[in-house]
């Protein structure tokens, strides 16, 4: 299946101080991905919908100010945690589809990032 | 509003016997529903879909049942193993076609050798 890495996959940072999250679609073009954010125990909440070269869809209730989103190339996501707090540390999920992909429904799912602010 | 529902307890099962996950679904009649594994600090990992009009799909272990007049489905891994311990999420399209899943929060299963 298609693959897709996220970097980091941990982070640790100081409250206040902002934090960046790649999500690459290593071996097919996305020009949509979708980023997720996980609290233990709960299930994966779609933040917003990242699309190459046009700005984010957020879902309701999502700060489009604090979480800011770049898809510049039909491979790299970025999601920017602005002016992180404690309340923010979480997992957070990036996915893609690969439209050209035999199974075009099937989202690929990156290794997460557990951020921890401090 | 829709609503995803999976057992939030653990299924603990001992090694050899066949598991059973549940997933029902309120207020939507989705094209299609798919299944995901989730190890602990990773991202899921896609399984099997299965769609309106199937009944039944089976995937090697696995096998996914459909009712959409019980808005339930129902996944199974037969002769299961302890590397089979993870959460199993289930998910459906509910934006009406554009393949965005919506999940629920997921059963954690424990195969015990």
């Known amino acids: 299946g298609a693959v897709v890495s996220q970097h980091p996959s941990r982070v640790i940072c100081k409250s206040g101080t902002s934090v960046k999250i790649e999500c690459r679609s290593l071996?097919?073009?996305?020009?949509?991905m979708f980023w997720y954010r996980q609290f233990p125990k709960q299930s994966l909440m779609l933040m917003a919908t990242?699309?190459?070269?046009?700005?984010?869809?957020?879902e309701q209730g999502v700060e489009k100010d604090k979480f800011l989103i770049n898809h510049a190339s039909l491979t790299l996501s970025t999601l920017t945690v602005t002016s992180a707090h404690p309340e923010d540390s979480s997992f957070y999920i990036c996915?893609?589809?690969?439209?050209?992909?035999?199974?075009?429904?099937?989202?690929?799912f990156g290794q997460g990032t557990r951020l921890t602010v401090v | 509003s829709q609503k995803i529902e999976q057992n939030s307890e653990a299924l603990n099962i001992q090694e050899g016997k066949t598991a059973t996950l549940t997933c029902n679904y309120t207020?939507?009649?989705?094209?299609?529903l798919q299944w995901y594994r989730q190890d602990p600090g990773r991202g899921p990992v896609f399984l099997l879909l299965?769609?309106?009009?199937?009944k039944e799909k089976r995937k090697e272990r696995l096998k996914v049942t459909f009712d959409t007049t019980l808005k339930q489905s129902l996944f199974h891994i037969t002769a299961s193993q302890p590397a089979d311990s993870a959460t199993y999420l289930c998910?459906?399209?509910?934006?009406?076609?554009?393949?965005?899943?919506?999940f629920g929060r997921g059963t954690s299963l424990i195969v015990h050798p």
């Open positions: 996915s893609a589809r690969d439209p050209a992909g035999q199974s075009h429904t099937e989202a690929f």
């Open positions: 071996d097919f073009q996305a020009t949509t």
């Open positions: 990242s699309n190459e070269g046009s700005k984010a869809t957020y």
């Open positions: 207020n939507y009649s989705p094209a299609y």
């Open positions: 299965i769609r309106e009009n199937e």
């Open positions: 998910a459906l399209d509910l934006t009406g076609g554009s393949y965005i899943p919506t």
